[in-house]
């Protein structure tokens, strides 16, 4: 029998390993061929034979931290056998919630009865906040991991201070959106949350964010779009639907009062950062689409600003791109 026939979750702990007779040494030869890597002290990822891929790696770097620590999460919940459930952005990981800038080095769990606080390496033990926890939805079949209930976790990333000491509420807005795009928590979810952390510091941060949570932006980029336009003090509205002859076609965000179309730039999200044969060939197909989808609309009268990632922060010259489309298209529309 090997680690692979018993691993739960893709983990083993030494004891497990030590009873179908494997001790220290070989233990630390597995890890140095790289079929097993320590999480925390007892428990070890287990590699499969005929995976593409350790359960530790990704398709690309973020995806590979994001497995790394959903694999620390689940070990370190394991250690405490029931006494922690998985908390900020640990929780969204379980969940499968998206994120942009939290600190992956750093497993949160918080305990579910007491209100005692320590630090371990690599790991915040936060005291219990005040709701029942929930199970993951990870795998929806069977979800089993406890967490604090996403809204909580929603607004904890963003009350969490990291780089530089400084907390970013902007994030508790990425994953608001994509909780809400999966149909993970509701809006009076993400309001009693709120409430919840009254008092907090930064909780007016994150809830004048949390005003503007939709579930209609589909990624980090869409997200951080929608509040560039607000900066700008535009009005939009995400994923409106156009029909074009006898085909509907749908778009990001439409600058309101106008035919100007706002897109974060489709290319980025097509590809991983080490892209198969088969990966280029998915996205050449999606370009094609998308292309034939813009010449339709700009043919009925549209005009489209598509955004970069590296343009979101310039403000300055996304609004006088904005403002040259809204003159193309023949100005305002009249109400």
């Not at 090997?2 to 004891?15: E, F, M, S, W």
């Not at 359960?55 to 689940?74: V, Y």
């Not at 589909?218 to 009005?235: C, I, K, N, Q």
């Not at 979101?312 to 003159?327: F, M, N, T, V």
Request: hydrophobic fraction near 40%; aromatic fraction near 4%; glycine fraction near 8%.
């Amino acid at each position: 029998m090997n680690l692979h026939d018993i691993a739960i979750d893709g983990l083993v702990t030494t004891a497990q390993a030590r009873a179908i007779g494997l001790g220290p040494a070989d233990l630390r030869a597995l890890r140095a061929s790289g079929e097993i890597r320590r999480l925390i002290r007892g428990w070890y990822a287990v590699r499969t034979p005929d995976a593409i891929r350790a359960p530790w790696e990704g398709e690309d770097s973020f995806a590979s931290a994001r497995a790394l620590h959903r694999l620390t999460t689940i070990a370190l919940l394991g250690s405490f056998e029931g006494r922690v459930c998985a908390s900020h952005q640990s929780a969204l990981v379980l969940h499968d919630i998206a994120m942009w800038r939290s600190d992956l080095a750093m497993v949160h769990v918080a305990r579910t009865t007491d209100d005692h606080t320590r630090h371990r390496t690599g790991a915040v033990i936060h005291p219990a906040c005040g709701l029942d926890p929930v199970r993951d939805t990870l795998d929806k079949a069977v979800p089993h991991h406890l967490t604090v209930p996403p809204a909580v976790a929603v607004v904890q990333v963003g009350l969490r201070p990291f780089r530089g000491g400084k907390a970013f509420p902007l994030e508790s807005l990425v994953a608001a959106d994509s909780a809400l795009h999966q149909g993970l928590l509701t809006r009076d979810d993400l309001t009693a949350a709120v409430v919840l952390h009254e008092g907090h510091p930064g909780i007016r941060a994150v809830r004048e964010f949390l005003v503007h949570a939709d579930g209609r932006h589909e990624s980090v980029g869409e997200t951080r779009l929608g509040v560039a336009l607000r900066l700008l003090g535009y009005e939009t509205e995400p994923q409106q639907h156009r029909t074009v002859g006898s085909t509907t076609y749908r778009v990001d965000q439409r600058i309101k009062g106008t035919r100007v179309v706002v897109e974060f730039d489709g290319i980025v999200k097509y590809l991983p950062e080490t892209p198969t044969e088969d990966d280029l060939s998915q996205a050449r197909r999606a370009l094609v689409a998308e292309k034939t989808r813009q010449d339709r609309l700009v043919e009925d009268g549209d005009e489209f600003v598509r955004v970069r990632w590296s343009q979101l922060d310039g403000l300055q010259e996304l609004g006088r791109r904005i403002e040259g489309a809204i003159a193309r298209s023949g100005g305002r529309l009249s109400a």
